[in-house]
């Protein structure tokens, strides 16, 4: 058996990652800026009121007290959008919330502070220079990185830059993941179904996965247990990497392995629980990853082997690194001595996990993984895990 660790090596040595373009940053939320993106403006681009108020000269309003109010001609007013004014001593000039401030002017009064006067203004408490003032640059200066090379583009990171004056940025483009699910049983989710059949639920969760993962999944019409029409599909799939399920294992009717097996592809058996049978290689050279049918196996196939794959692909400096995620175990389970366990968890509190499914980590129990919130990493020398052991979590999606 072939440890996952040099598994998941031989299938990243199968990918290099996609090449570059550019896209307007309403194109670009989920991928990952394959560049620094410094900011063009700076944020705030002036200085602004961060208040309703009156722009003052701090020294000449710092007494006001409400039983000694300071009181000041109204010399203009400015509401956002507006350029600045100027303010000339022995004045306050009435400003808005981002509004440009007066030159002169050194801090805001808050409207509440004040009897709201627009001829004549009366202050009842003195405020200190920079009192509620957004000062520019304070958040970001021209030429300051907002975000890094290899970070994915958030909506968060998407508005940062937005607000510093880019509007374009260098993306990997998304890869395309051709998704064929193989098996003379399976019918779509909305047929009936007839004696020996099941719904086919891989492609839907191979499907969302790869969205889930940033990349842009292709469904393929499925195949059938005659290695013909899987070679067909395979002839026809334009993708960056393919991914088939199910038809691997040592049954009579592994069309995938009886169709690919010394034909590019290798069938190996990795030591890992669920998702031991596995194809790696290449079909008219394109990467392909050959999972297990089990719909639990596909998943942690994909959390483990998959998703590496794809990280490699979008110019990730380390796929499948990064800080191991750790949780105490709630409740416990017996693991699988010999081979690294995946077990699909749920959470009982911030973290705490519990297995998400009743009967164990089964991989044909799709249905109680839509509890499952991570997968608890089980080192292959454990045999039991404990309530208060502490475990390491893989989560399958970004
Ligand atoms: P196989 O390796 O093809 O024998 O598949 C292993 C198990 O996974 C069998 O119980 C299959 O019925 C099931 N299976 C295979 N493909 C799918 C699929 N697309 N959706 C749901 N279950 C599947
Ligand atoms: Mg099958």
Redesign the pocket.
Known sequence: MRDLESHVARALALVAPLEAQSRPLSRALGLTSVRDVAARDASPPFDNSAMDGYAVRSDEVRAATTASPVRLPVAGETAAGAPPAELRAGAAWRIMTGAPMPAGADAVVPAESTDGGTAWVEIARGVDAGRHVRRAGEDARPGDVIVRAGETLTAARLAALAAVGVSEVVVVRPARVAVI???D??VDAGQALGPGQ??????VLLAGLVREAGAEPVVMERASDAPEQLLERLAAADADLIVT?????V?AY?VVKAALAGAGVEFVRVAMQPGKPQGLGAVHGTPIACL????VSVLVSFAVIVAPMLERLRGEPTPGGGDPETATVARGWRAALGRRQFMPVRFTGPRTVEPATAGGSGS?L?ASLAAAQALADVPADVDDVTAGDTVTLVRWSR
């Open positions: 699910a193989t098996g049983e399976l099941i719904h086919d639920s891989n492609s399920t199910g038809g691997v294992s049954g592994d297990p049918g089990n719909p044909h799709i």
